[in-house]
């Protein structure tokens, strides 16, 4: 997949493009069936994403609560995984946010990416102060000659399926109801960080991951799958892993510590991939390390029963 950061410097190969325009958080299945409408709009064409970085709203609001469901190089894998060609992430600045629709639509679409053919969500905006909707885009493609799909919302249990309604899921501890609108388990994925190796002298030893600048799930004991993306460990394993801030030993900054069933290794520098599959209780602080262990082994008994039965 290429991937294209700047709209006014673009190689002629990408060029021509049929795309889905879009956040893409989560790259949930509503991202999917726009992702799917752009494959099908012009059979032969390169099929592309275009998106936005930072996302707009880290932009405007760069003091808000984290609320990203991935990070760039996450999203970029799952769209590579369905198939996406090019990936126009172009840089949100000052510069972009203040062109009007009209100006999008015809410097950047047009004249810029040269695109052939766009798709995008019922509820798309655009533009400085996202004065544009769907049917001004379709408007402006008649006028400046790229194609313009309007793909409707997509509903899961009689409501929209959206990155608010997955987070809010994520939020509660719902992983199974993130799942069914996402159409993958929402996976946390990072660099595994030295730790304080507590979770080693317990005898459980975890690989600890940051979730800085990400939506924070409730916080708890989860069953979770885990994939070992590189080094000499690569592979799947099953798991049990820690969201928060460690109670027991007075955390402040939240972070993800799991621990993998029947591996030995070192971890240290490589990148996981953290699916949350069922929220197994909320942090809690015991009254001594032979509680907490206790409750650690009944944690994974009840996880590895969970995972093997998927």
């Not at 993800?256 to 990148?271: K, N, Q, W």
Request: with cysteine; glycine share 10%.
């Amino acid at each position: 997949m290429r991937i294209v950061r700047d709209y006014e410097f673009v190689e002629n190969q990408d060029r021509g493009a049929t795309v889905a325009i879009g956040n893409f958080d989560g790259v949930h299945q509503g991202h999917q069936s726009v992702i799917e409408l752009a494959r099908k709009a012009a059979p032969g064409a390169p099929l592309g994403v275009m998106t936005f970085e930072p996302h707009p709203r880290e932009y405007f609001a760069p003091d808000a609560p984290p609320f990203r469901l991935m990070r760039p190089d996450t999203r970029a894998h799952r769209l590579e995984k369905l198939g996406v060609e090019r990936l126009y992430e172009l840089n949100f600045n000052t510069a972009l946010s203040s062109l009007t629709p009209e100006e999008f639509a015809r410097d950047v679409i047009a004249k810029g990416l040269g695109l052939a053919h766009v798709v995008v969500g019922a509820d798309f905006c655009f533009g400085k102060g996202r004065a544009g909707d769907a049917g001004d885009l379709k408007r402006f493609g008649e006028q400046y000659g790229f194609g313009v799909t309007i793909a409707p919302l997509m509903e899961y249990s009689e409501h929209a399926v959206s990155s608010t309604a997955i987070r809010n899921a994520l939020s509660e501890g719902r992983p199974a109801d993130a799942k069914e609108m996402l159409g993958h388990w929402h996976r946390i994925e990072g660099v595994v960080i030295g730790g304080e190796q507590r979770g080693r002298e317990l005898g459980f030893p975890t690989a600890n991951m940051s979730i800085e600048g990400l939506h924070q799930p409730r916080f708890g004991v989860y069953a979770v799958l885990v994939d070992v993306l590189d080094g000499p460990h690569t592979g799947s394993y099953l798991g049990a892993a820690s969201v928060g801030v460690r109670p027991m030993f007075d955390g402040e900054v939240p972070n993800i510590e799991t621990f993998l069933f029947d591996f030995s290794g070192d971890l240290y520098g490589a990148t996981l991939s953290v699916a949350l599959v069922a929220f197994l209780r909320p942090e809690l602080k015991f009254d001594g390390l032979e509680a907490l262990i206790e409750q650690m082994d009944a944690d994974c008994s009840t996880a590895r029963e969970i995972l093997v039965a998927l």
